[in-house]
């Protein structure tokens, strides 16, 4: 596991500058939510983490290394996403397996780590299906398996509930959670929904319009918001 440091960073795609001086903390083994409307720089800020877009200015450190100029497969991430991005000719116990066929891993280590990641996910009953045969909480499951099998210092997920009914996302909320207080990764979570910030965060960083507008425990955020804009946020339904 491993802290992250994101320090002063900018981003623009061309003259439109979509992130400004962004700096966040997050503790080795802390489970931190980005929270704020669509289109603040959410997903921009956490696929920055990921090296799936380049840094405009500023560092971001994950553990001791400033990774600005790695490779995502170098960075020691793994990232679960909205739409699951499952292989729809792969079978459950594939889909997991395949990050880490390509990296050449040892048979035996790559069929210890599924089954692993199927125990704590109960997905054991499905390891043969395809992902047509899943349900929405299925595939999301298969989605954190694959994430998980490659032991990563850090989990990145951008919305990953946001395709699930009201239901589902509740049960899935809990799991993600329990998945968190077992194997201790350090987590940044993206979301546009406040109630997911509130019940999971350790730590909350609400984005505006590319900038932070404040960073506190979900209940320091509650109790004393730093503006308008957070009270509102935070304290409204989703
Ligand atoms: P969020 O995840 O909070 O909804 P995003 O990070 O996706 O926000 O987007 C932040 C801003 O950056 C938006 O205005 C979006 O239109 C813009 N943006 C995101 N990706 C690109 C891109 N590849 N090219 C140009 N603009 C982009
Ligand atoms: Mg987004």
């Known amino acids: 596991m491993a802290q992250v440091a994101i320090s ?8 439109v500058k979509v992130l ?33 877009e380049t840094v405009s200015g500023g560092t971001i450190a994950i553990g001791e290394r400033v990774v600005n100029h790695l490779p995502p497969a170098k960075r020691d991430i793994a990232m679960v996403f909205q739409n699951y991005a499952l292989y729809p000719h792969k079978t459950v116990e594939q889909n ?37 045969q899943l349900s929405g909480g299925q595939r999301q499951r298969v989605a954190m398996g694959r994430a998980i099998v490659r032991n990563p210092q850090v989990f990145l997920f951008d919305e990953p509930l946001s395709n699930l009914d009201a239901k589902l996302r509740v049960q899935m909320r809990t799991e993600i959670k329990e998945l968190h207080q077992r194997l201790k990764t ?4 993206v979301t546009h ?27 320091e955020l509650f109790d004393r918001p730093a503006n308008l804009f957070v009270a509102g946020f935070i304290g409204s339904p989703s």
Not at 109 to 122: G, S, T, W
Not at 186 to 189: D, P
């Open 20 to 52: 400004h001086d962004v700096s966040v903390d997050i503790a080795d083994g802390q489970f931190v939510v980005l929270v704020g409307p669509s289109g603040c720089g959410k997903s921009t800020l956490l696929r920055m983490v990921a090296g799936l």
């Open 96 to 132: 997991m397996a395949f990050a880490l066929k390509l990296r050449k891993t040892d048979p035996a280590v790559v069929a210890e780590r599924v089954k692993r990641a199927a125990d704590i996910l109960d997905l054991n009953p499905y390891l043969k299906r395809y992902p047509r």
């Open 193 to 219: 929904d406040q109630i997911e910030a509130m019940t999971m965060a350790d730590k909350i960083v609400v984005m505006r319009d590319g900038r932070i507008e404040q960073v506190g425990a979900p209940l």
């Open 8 to 15: 002063n960073v900018a981003k623009a795609f061309g003259t």
């Open 186 to 189: 350090t987590t940044i979570y």
